[in-house]
């Protein structure tokens, strides 16, 4: 059986758990992974068959006895440091795009990834985006047309069962909101917006689930607007403990946007992970995120970095209890139809069969 290898840069984090799936969950052709550290610091995501590459003496014969036929390097900024690899064994490469490695949103960021990946145009075999506005990003840097593939990221449904929900009459209405503590996820966007609800809803609160680099500014923030005992940072979470969170929550809601060094969302899985639950979702016109979600039909989209819309959106599933089962399942049906990941894996077979045969 033939090989994929796929390559990742460093340990995979607690929030990766989508690439660790497109890794285990190919069939037609065998794994490994390969990597630049031992298979011990995966602390969080074990693989059966992992190989650090500072140990190994002669690359030429490890990948002819495991009939390597590409190497999948699973993150833009890590495949350069494997393409000479994949050249000088003459082993297709295959690059997976998810955000900030493919934009062009700001100049300096399309002038820096141009740069960066100039050989990698010339030399790669294969281009996966998580979504068409990232396919379109690759095109404008110039990468070939005919190379790009989109290729959606896929949910275990079985983990993400529907659920129907209702406004509560009493008690606690939660809002939930799951990605890392980054500037592309709209943190003060949504406390701002949080705030402008809690003139008029005194019963809801807000649950962040994640970690990151800006947790000290939404925890500023969260001061700032007195809403201490409205919101709750609750840290980072495995998959099945998201799982049990949504269960808990009424909204979800995730406001992203472009940072201001051009850092940009393909299609969050957080919002696939909510919409597969049940619940009605509130997000923005950014990035991949509306070819998940369909303004007032699967859900609710405001411009990004617009509090006020933002707040809008929630209120408007407030005010409007009675749309929810009709928005919530038309949406459980999008992630049926595009994005289980068995389908997903499928088409991840079927690319790789494509690449291979035109080696």
Known sequence: MKTIAFYIGEPLKVNQGFMYNQIIGVKE????????FSNSKNVQ?????????????????????????????????????????????????IVHFRGRDSSTQTEERFRRNKERYKSLMNKGSGYFAVCQFLADELKKLGFPKNKIHVLYGGLDLNLYPYMKRSLPKEGEIRILSVARLVEKKGFLTLLNAFKLLQEKYKRVTLHIIGSGEDEAKIKSQIDKLRLKDRVFLRGAMDAKQIAKELKCAHLFCLASETGEDGDVEGIPNALKEAMA???????????????????????????????????????????????????????????????????????????????????
Do not use: C
Not at 29 to 36: A, E, K, L, N, Q
């Open 29 to 36: 052709y065998r794994t490994i992974v390969i990597g630049p």
């Open 277 to 359: 639950s049940g619940l009605p979702v509130i997000s923005t016109f950014h990035g991949g995120i509306p070819e998940l979600i369909e303004h007032k039909k699967t859900g609710y989209l405001a411009p990004e970095k617009n509090a006020k819309k933002l707040a809008e959106g929630m209120k408007y599933f407030l005010d409007h209890p009675e749309v929810w089962e009709k928005y919530t399942k038309k949406a459980r049906n999008v992630i049926e139809e595009k994005f289980d990941s068995k389908k997903q894996i499928e088409e991840q077979q079927r690319l790789y069969r494509l690449i291979e045969k035109k080696k």
């Open 45 to 93: 995501y074990k693989f059966e068959h992992f190989y650090n590459l500072n140990d190994l003496k002669d690359l030429g014969s490890f990948f002819k006895k495991n009939q390597v036929a590409a190497i999948h390097a699973h993150q833009g900024k890590h495949s350069m440091d494997i393409l000479p690899t994949a050249v000088k064994y003459n082993i297709p490469l």
